[in-house]
């Protein structure tokens, strides 16, 4: 499994107890319109990833962050 | 469409207009005193205006803008910059320095600009701001102007912003960290010592807006930086003059000799007309007061106490502690709208607060206490939260 799949695992494990509509996550399964998540719960999810890979994720990253594999591009590039 | 994003705004705006409720813009159409006012039509006390001290309606303060309004007319009709420096802000600017025991000072329109406009300012692109996730929407405006990098750190948690300047290795000399004094929402106080600690191991430099906590905390008034004892670590105080000094208009002070060069990079600065000199002499008087009249803070801290305990013993979900600024959280929208209109009803002006306003998906009356408050008034204020109960809107299972 390469790093970058290693970290959409983990991503997908991470958001199981907010995905209450019980989406297939994917890699390209929007953190918003797909899963729900409120504006509250997508900077708890980021809490959570950065706590795991002990990085901080700049807020200014966000408007290009739209689905789970967006993110774990941005977690990647943030964690080389 | 252009306006489809308002949809969901225009909503709630029709519930709230369908259950003949008006929480947001509720009309005060007359003022009584500091502390009570007819409001929507009914003659209520004042719970919701965060008028700290109650100089918004003190015959001294009064007198000053009068005086001023006479001397200098109603505004000035333009900025710091151009034709907007009376020598009454210059007064103002002195006066805020010395208060803070600091030699630079810079007065805004409003508290809005005054901590919008240093946030943006500050920091820039190549920089680092840290920001307590719970921070104000206008910090949250300014930073997001900056061009720096905005990481938060998680809500009064020292470890957690230790943990992010950690991550910046040797840039944490171009780090900006940003903190509330007490947090407007929950009246909750910044655990200051251990953020001054973090940033004396780490590094950065640190901004302090102390709109809820000056004149409400400190021997003297200064804020939560002077009452935790680090006001040494601060590199910026920002405020405002538009809670317990009873007026509009923002502030910062500074050690830092910068500030001379900073003031002519502040686009909320430069680009906004300046305050009315009547709103200045307003806020000169009250400086004068805070630091004349200790007493104001020890009613208040009274008040705040008897009304934070009088309310957790009604079994009510309150906020973490006693503080100027008490909140009771509610899980349901309707609920606590209800909640709302029958306070009004039975008396009492709180604030309703709605995410994203609010720091949770809950929902909040937000009640803000005064020293101009009668200990009769607080009890008032008590026993209408009592008859919520009592007429089966809330309980404590219902709250969150």
């Not at chain 2, 502390?35 to 008028?51: F, K, M, Y």
């Amino acid at each position: 499994m390469t790093e970058y799949q290693d970290t959409l695992e983990f991503l997908y494990s991470a958001l199981q107890s907010q995905n209450k509509k019980n989406v297939p996550l994917e890699e390209d399964t929007a953190l918003v319109a797909d899963i729900g998540l409120s504006s509250l719960e997508v900077m708890e999810f980021i809490e959570k990833i950065e706590d795991h890979f002990d990085i901080s994720i700049p807020l200014n990253i966000l408007p290009d962050v739209n689905t789970i594999g967006d993110l774990a591009k941005k977690v990647q590039e943030l964690n080389p | 469409m252009l306006f489809d994003k308002f949809r969901e705004m225009a909503d709630f705006q029709a519930q709230l207009a369908a259950r003949d409720v008006k929480p947001f813009g509720a009309v005060t159409e007359r003022i009584i005193s500091a502390t009570e006012g007819i409001v929507e039509g009914r003659e209520v006390i004042l719970a919701g205006t965060n008028n700290y001290l109650g100089l918004s309606y003190d015959q001294r303060c009064i007198d000053a803008a009068r005086e001023a309004v006479s001397r200098w007319g109603t505004g000035t009709t333009g900025s710091r910059l151009a034709n907007g420096s009376f020598a009454e802000h210059e007064a103002l600017e002195r006066e805020m320095a010395a208060f803070y025991g600091v030699d630079h000072a810079i007065v805004f329109s409003t508290g809005y600009s005054a901590t919008m406009g240093m946030c943006a300012t500050l920091a820039g692109p190549g920089d680092t701001i840290l920001l307590d996730a719970d921070s104000h929407a206008s910090i949250y405006a300014g930073v997001t102007l900056s061009g720096a990098n905005i990481i938060r750190y998680k809500h009064n948690n020292p470890e957690d912003l230790a943990k992010r300047l950690r991550r910046l290795g040797d840039d944490t000399g171009r780090a900006l960290i940003i903190a509330e004094g007490i947090y407007s929402m929950y009246g909750d106080i910044a655990p200051l010592r251990e953020i001054a600690e973090v940033k004396r191991e780490y590094g950065g430099y640190l901004f302090l807006d102390e709109a809820h906590s000056m004149g409400t905390l400190g021997d003297t008034g200064r804020g939560a930086a002077q009452a935790a004892g680090v006001e040494d670590d601060v590199d910026f105080f920002a405020g405002t003059f538009s809670k317990s000094l009873g007026a509009i208009g923002g502030f910062c002070v500074s050690r830092h000799p910068q500030m001379e060069a900073i003031r002519y990079c502040i686009r909320a600065y430069i680009f906004t007309a300046s305050s009315s000199p009547s709103v200045i002499a307003s806020t000169r008087e009250a400086l004068r007061i805070v630091q004349a009249e200790p007493q104001l803070r020890e009613k208040l801290w009274d008040n705040a106490h008897r009304l934070y305990d009088g309310l957790k013993a009604l079994g009510l979900p309150v906020s973490p502690a006693a503080s100027p600024v008490i909140a009771i959280e509610m899980e349901d929208r309707s609920a606590t709208i209800d909640c709302w209109k029958a306070l009004l009803q039975a008396g009492v002006y709180v604030n309703l607060v709605v995410p994203p306003a609010s720091p949770s998906n809950n929902y909040l009356l937000r009640n803000s206490v005064s020293a101009a408050h009668s200990t009769q008034q607080i009890d008032a204020i008590i026993a209408a939260y009592a008859g919520l109960i009592d007429a089966g809107l809330v309980t404590p299972s219902q709250a969150a």
